[in-house]
Each structure stands twice: as structure tokens, then as C-alpha cells.
């Protein structure tokens, strides 16, 4: 990358999107949960060398028409400077792609297990030989907070909190209880699988829900919060 340059990250979500700005490879400064309506005058205000934008939303040429600088769109068909060798690379979600070119980013050629904590948990492997082969993917802790209200006649809906007990003592406390240590139980035993199959195994944590669970996890795990952000930026780097 050249000296001077500056590059804009966007992770594009439904209504808000999250915003990274780098030089020389290093995150500068950065926006949560802005909208749609002040994402153009905020990047351009900031004049941008290139831009690249990860969403979930295919219909982004709006907002590219209107960026003045040159953008990048990640697809499946973006060269990315690790190998994906995941068998339909066309229905994989841009931000686990992102998450894991972010942890090759940290430390090259190490196993490494991505586990992105949000709406959905998505655990994500990286080989030593720097290939992408999958992982995968389950309810977040708030999906299950919604599918025990929704499925049920009588357990009411919970917001997400944190449990730091194990018996809960009402309805409320024992959703609480079963959601949290469930979860928690859940990532454990999938790192340990990953352990058993995969030597010097490295485990990085991200997503909106990450600080939650990381404290309560009994592994060794890194917690990078900006980790899709930091991926996005490689892969434009990578590209220009």
C-alpha cells in the first residue's frame, strides 16, 4: 500500500452500516451503526483513495454511484489473498469471508478457528496452508431468545443478557440460564472438536455479541472486535 493513501471499509449491514478508515494498513478511525442516509456525505467527506463495501444487501449501486472515489464490491469472484476452497463460494456471507482474511491478516499460516458472534454464531477454519474450507453455522443467542417465544404458547421473550448463574429459579431466569450456558457450552465443545482435529490451533473471537461470551469462555481465545473491517481492508488492499 502507498505511503498517503487512505482506504474506507464498509461492512454493510440491512439499516446501518459499520465503517473503517486505514492507512499504511492500520485502522485510523472508525464508525458503528451509521444509516444509510449520512454513509455517502461521511465517506466523501473524508476523501478516500479507494472503498470497498461488504453488505447484505445486493442492491448497492446506489450508494456506489454517489462515493467519489473508486469502490470495490466483495463478491465471490474478488481475488482474496487466501484460497477458498468452500464448495458454493457464491452463498457464503461476505462477512465471514472477510472475518477469516482479517485473522490470516493477524498471523499467516497458522490453523486458526474465526468464531463470529451476532445474530448467528459462525465458526470459520483457516488451515495452516492459508485454504478457507468452511465451518459452520447456528443460532446466535438472541434467535434463541426469539424461537422459545415464538414456538412455544407461554415462555415469554427475553432480551439478551448475560447469566452468571447456573440454576435459574423462574421461567424468565431458566430461559436465561438455558440460552447463555448453552451457548456457552456450545463454543467449547466446538473448539475442543477443532482441537482434537487441528494441532496449534489458534481462536479468534468477533461480532457484536463477542464481549458478552468471551469473559464467561474457559479457552485461550483473542478477542477482535474489528476483525471484518480489518479483512476488508486486506482484500482491497490486495486488489489495488
Same mark, same amino acid.
Given at each position: 500500500?502507498?505511503?498517503? /493513501? ?14 473503517? %478508515?486505514?492507512?499504511?494498513? %492500520? ?8 444509516? $444509510? ?5 461521511? =465517506? ?13 444487501? #445486493?442492491? %448497492? !449501486? ?14 465471490? #469472484?474478488?481475488?482474496?489473498?487466501? @484460497?477458498?476452497? $468452500? &464448495? ?7 462477512? +465471514?469471508?472477510?472475518?477469516? =482474511?482479517? &485473522?490470516?491478516?493477524?498471523? *499467516?499460516?497458522?490453523?486458526?478457528? =474465526?468464531? *463470529? ?5 459462525? $465458526? ?16 446466535? =443467542? ?9 414456538? @412455544? &404458547? ?17 421461567? !424468565? ?9 448453552? @451457548? ?25 455479541? &463477542?464481549?458478552?461470551?468471551?469473559? +464467561?469462555?474457559?479457552?485461550?481465545? /483473542? ?6 473491517? @480489518?479483512?476488508?481492508? +486486506? ?6
Amino acid at each position: 500500500m502507498n505511503v498517503g /493513501k487512505k482506504y474506507i471499509a464498509i461492512d454493510l449491514g440491512n439499516t446501518t452500516a459499520k465503517i473503517g %478508515v486505514f492507512a499504511n494498513g %492500520v485502522m485510523t478511525d472508525k464508525k458503528d451503526g451509521i444509516v $444509510y442516509n449520512s454513509l455517502i456525505s461521511y =465517506v466523501n467527506n473524508l476523501s478516500p483513495s479507494n472503498v470497498i463495501i461488504s453488505s447484505v444487501n #445486493q442492491k %448497492v !449501486e446506489d450508494l456506489v454511484n454517489h462515493i467519489e472515489a473508486p469502490v470495490l464490491i466483495l463478491n465471490h #469472484q474478488t481475488p482474496i489473498p487466501i @484460497t477458498n476452497k $468452500y &464448495a458454493t463460494p457464491e452463498t457464503l456471507g461476505r462477512d +465471514r469471508l472477510a472475518a477469516v =482474511v482479517g &485473522a490470516n491478516q493477524l498471523e *499467516d499460516n497458522r490453523n486458526t478457528l =474465526v468464531i *463470529d458472534v451476532g445474530t448467528c454464531i459462525t $465458526y470459520d477454519f483457516l488451515n495452516d496452508n492459508n485454504e478457507y474450507l468452511g465451518g459452520g453455522i447456528s443460532p446466535g =443467542v438472541n434467535l434463541k431468545f426469539q424461537a422459545l417465544h415464538n414456538f @412455544t &404458547a407461554n415462555l415469554p421473550l427475553i432480551e439478551e443478557q448475560e447469566a452468571d448463574y447456573l440454576i435459574g429459579d423462574s421461567t !424468565e431466569s431458566a430461559i436465561i440460564s438455558g440460552v447463555i450456558n448453552g @451457548t456457552i457450552a456450545e463454543i467449547e465443545e466446538i473448539i475442543r472438536m477443532y482441537k482434537d482435529k487441528f494441532s496449534h490451533l489458534r481462536i479468534i473471537m468477533c461480532g457484536g455479541g &463477542a464481549s458478552m461470551l468471551h469473559s +464467561r469462555l474457559k479457552t485461550d481465545i /483473542k478477542l477482535a472486535p474489528d476483525l471484518v473491517l @480489518t479483512g476488508l481492508n +486486506r482484500i482491497l488492499e490486495y486488489n489495488v
